[in-house]
């Protein structure tokens, strides 16, 4: 089961949301890190100006002890605060303390130290520094929790401010929501609204647009197809109808019925052909083959559609003459060219 959200604004906000929250890491993590960068360098300087007062603050007695100069203060005895620093002066040559602050491990981590030798009548001591890292480690803890404070806003605005943008940007698709919902089949005439044509909405649109002619364009012709289809099989039909009535009113004997029978049986086929190419029109395949031509006498087509069509035009008290006494050659589709001349002369 997927966590995400199922609406596209949701999720353009949570991204949203997310990559300010990256950021704000980020920036918090360089701002975090040049804090501590500062404030070590600060505690290394004082530590190097600790050492300088160090190093003159003590002194060889007659008996060869060392003790702290007066005017110097103790360095030695620091306080609980950590602020002040403490010093240990070591013998380089015994490895041994020579002064040490009382009470105070000097090689706990709570301390930063700074140490180097220093020569005093000929003998070389080792002099170390240190003070607590607790001022800096409660200054870096404060703003830790101030950067942790202001993450949580911080990602509140920016999941709003990403919803509310995500909204103005889709704002165009709910509307084209909207009206494709209208166009139906009596509204193929509708297009979708487009606002800007140069982004990636108003190209969709435009996309959109461009099928819904396609689908107009296709409604369009198949009205056309269905009317056409109905006149072209109105015509044969009606012609059976009047060949039979005809021959059922005269009787007559077997070579009469005989000619209404072939008469049916010619309409029939030339029936069985319309409809076959009207099958091929409804797949489209006559739309997409090469159209094949012929030489065909146009004189003897016409003849043949006003004896076709005599018998309808008997009905309606019609007479058809067709003055073609000399072949009239053209190249064509013989059965579109038939169909051709049935519609005009049958709409005659």
């Known amino acids: 089961m997927s966590l995400a959200p199922r609406r596209i604004r949701s999720r353009l906000a949570?991204?949203?949301?997310?990559?300010?929250?990256?950021?704000?890491?980020?920036?918090?993590?360089?701002?975090?890190?040049?804090t501590h960068s500062s404030l070590t360098e600060q505690l290394d300087a004082r530590l190097q100006n600790d050492f300088e007062q160090a190093e003159h603050g003590f002194e060889v007695v007659q008996d060869g002890r060392l003790l702290w100069k007066k005017a110097a203060g103790d360095p030695g005895h620091p306080d609980t605060s950590g602020e002040k620093p403490w010093a240990q002066v070591l013998n380089q040559a015994r490895g041994q303390a020579v002064l040490r602050p009382p009470g105070?491990?000097?090689?706990?981590?709570?301390w930063r130290t700074y140490e180097k030798d220093y020569t005093v009548e000929g003998?070389?001591?080792?002099?170390?520094?240190?003070?607590?890292?607790?001022?800096?480690?409660?200054?870096?803890?404060?703003?830790?929790w101030l950067l942790a404070l202001c993450l949580v806003p911080v990602g509140a605005l920016a999941w709003l401010a990403g919803f509310a943008l995500a909204r103005r940007a889709l704002r165009p698709v709910e509307v084209m929501t909207e009206r494709a919902r209208l166009i139906g089949e009596e509204r193929l005439h509708q297009r979708l609204p487009v606002e800007n044509p140069d982004?990636?909405?108003?190209?969709?649109?435009?996309?959109?647009?461009?099928?819904?002619?396609?689908?107009?364009?296709?409604?369009?012709r198949l009205r056309r197809f269905t009317s056409d289809a109905a006149h072209e099989l109105r015509t044969p039909l009606a012609a059976l109808r009047a060949v039979g009535e005809v021959g059922i009113s005269k009787g007559g004997d077997a070579a009469a019925s005989r000619e209404?029978?072939?008469?049916?049986?010619?309409?029939?086929?030339?029936?069985?052909?319309?409809?076959?190419g009207l099958l091929e029109l409804s797949r489209g395949d006559a739309l997409r083959a090469p159209a094949v031509t012929e030489p065909v006498d146009l004189a003897l087509l016409i003849r043949s559609v006003c004896d076709q069509l005599e018998v309808l035009a008997v009905e309606r008290q019609q007479t058809l003459v067709a003055k073609a006494n000399e072949p009239a050659m053209v190249e064509g589709d013989p059965a579109s060219l038939r169909r051709a001349v049935t519609n005009l002369v049958d709409n005659a």
Do not use: C, H, W
């Open 14 to 34: 949570l991204g949203y949301a997310l990559a300010v929250a990256l950021t704000v890491l980020v920036y918090a993590a360089v701002v975090y890190g040049y």
């Open 104 to 110: 105070v491990d000097p090689d706990a981590p709570v």
């Open 123 to 144: 003998v070389t001591y080792r002099v170390r520094v240190g003070r607590s890292t607790a001022p800096r480690d409660e200054k870096l803890g404060n703003l830790l």
């Open 199 to 220: 982004d990636e909405l108003g190209q969709l649109a435009n996309v959109f647009n461009e099928a819904f002619g396609r689908l107009e364009a296709s409604f369009e």
């Open 260 to 276: 209404v029978i072939a008469s049916m049986l010619e309409e029939t086929d030339r029936l069985t052909r319309l409809i076959e």
